[in-house]
């Protein structure tokens, strides 16, 4: 059994309330350029076509970039102080890294207007683009400085559970599956760990290449590649970067929900069975992404479909099951930790089902690119990744359980929950009423309907948004007095 | 539009399924909200939950099972469309511009930086079109819009592929072609006109 001596845990305490006050100095301002962005296309400001794609660029890779990287300083710290060791200096590094990306990637979209989407789908940052060669440079070495970070982080992280727990077969929970009683129970945050972090680190090694392959055209202008395989790899790096996000907030649920409800939340056969095929989902769900893509083998197009139906049968047989098994006549005050779980379990099932309902190649084919998708990965990752994260911060500085919070902080989150659905409703509305995403603004479509119904309700989303930043910053008063407070971080 | 034929769209069909999840969700919420100080002294109260489990589990196979089964039934890729085309439509996107033209022989260019094509094409109605999709620079996505702002169909538009999208239009009138590809700064002005008669 591991030991932990105070000045281990005071030098991950140190790390983590870095980590949580930069997120919580660039989260709202992430938001803010997407609030920027829907007040264009609802017509209340104007910018113009590059501006607004070189924020619609920073604000898709900041969002991924930021929320991936606490999800993961989330983990670390709560692994590193409870059971296994692990290197702060791993932690500071891949810390230095991240930013040196970010000052990287913010210098290139809002100095130089780099505009070519998160997802820099090939070969658009190297055809006629409206920003200099320099951003796109600059861009990607920054996004392989991020990659590398991620790479180092969570190879430390896997590395060290193996050799607390024996190994990557017994990390999957398989010596739940025989017959006999495991010698060593694993807690189900180092199983699910394993289970996000794995697929994460296949990704940023495909990422890795991907982004290399960028450098060398980028040197080498003569250079083709294949458009179809590098889609591919650009969307099994990007998707699985955003999935395993909200499985490592599910991982710390697990591990901080049964200290207010009291009850034990163990490992037992049908979770084991049911995270490991999360694995194999959070693997082949990408291949959703390209449904559009008639000449990709329609076995993998089949492969997208089946892997995203099934993810909902763990995510929720198991996972939302447990939650609600958590709480249940359990007697627990609720305060904002166990709401802020309760209701990212709850947003994670509402985007979940959307997120199916889109998977579905029949619907897809009038769904793909509408405002239906950034609807159902806001709800997960505003309504659930984000309330889990939230979660973790306030558990971090609150003194005990249960703590009450101050009537401003409460109505702040509560604020905060009600402007985002009022957000992504305005989302949901736009897919089913066809309107594109990506679309700086709605005139130019030569479509009456695209245009009124879409800068209205992207009107109306601005308008939320305000009510989401206001909530937001209600609570920082909270969440920085708890974090700053010597004696509250757990 | 009336409600009831929303209702009877592919866009009614994901609004209903994600509206029942969603109100399902809501509904659990509040359940668990409200029942959570009421006393668990026998300690039955996850084993409540979990003898729910199998319902739920054995429900919700059905219904991905059927789910998946349904909608095997309008998939758009051309290997399982039953209708022979009767006409093919060679689409090239380049930044940023539909180029379309008719293609007597059915068959596709050679080399699309040198196809030529307009922005704008008249094409019959109630027969079956193919549509060969391309592009000559970056991705893009060829998406038919009809008057009403309805997206009817869509494929991508890729360098050194193409993409064989089926449709046939019901009502003459005229339609218009959006790009649903992120292609560059001025991507939204990338559009076409199809005037069907």
């Known amino acids: 059994m591991t030991s932990f001596n105070p000045a281990d845990k005071g030098r991950h305490k140190k790390l983590i309330l870095i980590w949580s006050i930069t997120f919580l100095v660039l989260f709202p301002l992430l938001i803010t350029l997407g609030l920027l962005m829907r007040m264009n296309q609802g017509e209340m400001i104007q910018l113009d076509h590059d501006t607004f794609y070189a924020l619609m660029t920073l604000h898709g890779l900041g969002m991924a970039g930021v929320l991936f990287s606490m999800a993961w300083a989330a983990l670390f710290y709560l692994l590193g102080t409870r059971y296994i060791k692990l290197n702060t200096g791993v932690g500071y590094a891949v810390y230095a890294l991240v930013v040196a990306g970010a000052i990287g990637l913010a210098i290139a979209t809002l100095v130089g207007k780099f505009a070519a989407g998160w997802y820099m789908l090939y070969p658009l940052p190297f055809k006629n683009p409206s920003w200099p060669g320099w951003t796109t440079g600059l861009s990607i070495v920054s996004l392989i400085l991020m990659g590398v970070a991620w790479l180092v982080g969570c190879l430390h992280v896997v590395h060290n559970l193996s050799k607390e727990y024996g190994g990557l077969a017994n990390l999957l929970g398989w010596q739940y599956l025989g017959k006999e009683k495991p010698a060593k129970d694993i807690p189900p945050i180092a199983l699910i760990t394993t289970v996000s972090l794995v697929p994460g680190i296949l990704s940023f090694l495909i990422g890795a290449a991907l982004l290399i392959m960028y450098l060398l055209q980028l040197l080498e202008p003569s250079l083709s590649y294949n458009v179809l395989i590098q889609k591919n790899m650009m969307f099994f790096f990007g998707h699985t970067l955003v999935n395993i996000t909200m499985y490592c907030g599910v991982a710390w649920m697990y591990t901080l929900l049964p200290e207010f409800t009291g009850r034990e939340w163990k490992l037992n056969k049908l979770t084991v069975y049911a995270w490991n095929a999360t694995f194999l989902f959070i693997v082949f769900a990408y291949f959703h992404h390209l449904y559009m893509d008639f000449v990709q083998p329609a076995p993998l197009q089949f492969a997208g479909q089946v892997a995203s139906f099934l993810s909902a049968i763990p995510a929720t047989a198991v996972t939302l099951f447990g939650l609600i098994a958590q709480l249940y006549r359990s007697n627990v005050k609720w305060g904002v930790v166990p709401m802020a779980f309760l209701l990212g379990g709850a947003g994670w099932a509402v985007g979940g089902c959307a997120a199916v309902v889109d998977s579905t190649i029949a619907i897809n084919k009038v769904l793909h690119n509408t405002l239906w998708v950034p609807a159902h990965f806001h709800t997960y990752m505003l309504m659930g990744v984000v309330l889990f994260i939230l979660a973790f911060l306030f558990y971090m500085g609150s003194k005990e359980k249960g703590e009450p919070l101050s009537p401003r902080t409460s109505f702040g989150f509560w604020l905060f929950v009600a402007g985002a659905y009022g957000f992504l409703l305005m989302f949901y509305l736009g897919g089913l009423n066809s309107i594109p995403r990506r679309m700086s603004e709605y005139a130019s479509s030569g479509i009456d309907h695209v245009h009124g119904t879409g800068a209205s309700l992207a009107y109306a989303a601005a308008l939320c948004v305000f009510l989401v930043l206001a909530g937001l910053l209600m609570m920082y008063a909270s969440l920085f007095g708890g974090l700053l407070k010597k004696e509250a971080a757990r | ?197």
């Open chain 2, 1 to 197: 539009m009336h409600l009831f034929s929303i209702l009877l769209t592919i866009q009614g069909t994901a609004a209903v399924i994600s509206l029942i999840g969603a109100v399902v969700v809501a509904g659990v919420v509040l359940f668990v909200v409200s029942t959570s100080h009421k006393p668990d002294t026998d300690h039955t109260a996850k084993t409540k939950v979990y003898k729910f489990r199998g319902k739920y589990f054995a429900g919700l196979l059905a219904v991905i099972v059927v789910g998946f089964a349904l909608s095997m039934a309008t998939l758009p890729y051309p290997q399982f469309q039953k209708d022979a085309p009767d006409q093919t439509v060679v689409v090239v996107g380049s930044q940023w511009m539909w180029k379309m033209a008719v293609s007597d022989d059915g068959t596709v260019p050679a080399d699309v930086a040198k196809f030529k094509g307009t922005s704008t094409i008249t094409l019959p109605a109630n027969k079956t079109l193919k549509f060969w999709v391309s592009a000559s620079d970056v991705n893009h996505n060829y998406a038919i819009y009809d008057a009403n702002g309805e997206l009817l169909a869509q494929t991508q538009a890729m360098p050194g592929y193409w993409n064989a999208l089926q449709y046939r239009f019901s009502t003459p009138g005229t339609y218009t072609i959006l790009c649903l590809e992120y292609c560059g700064a001025p991507h939204t002005v990338m559009t076409g006109k199809i005037n069907v008669q």
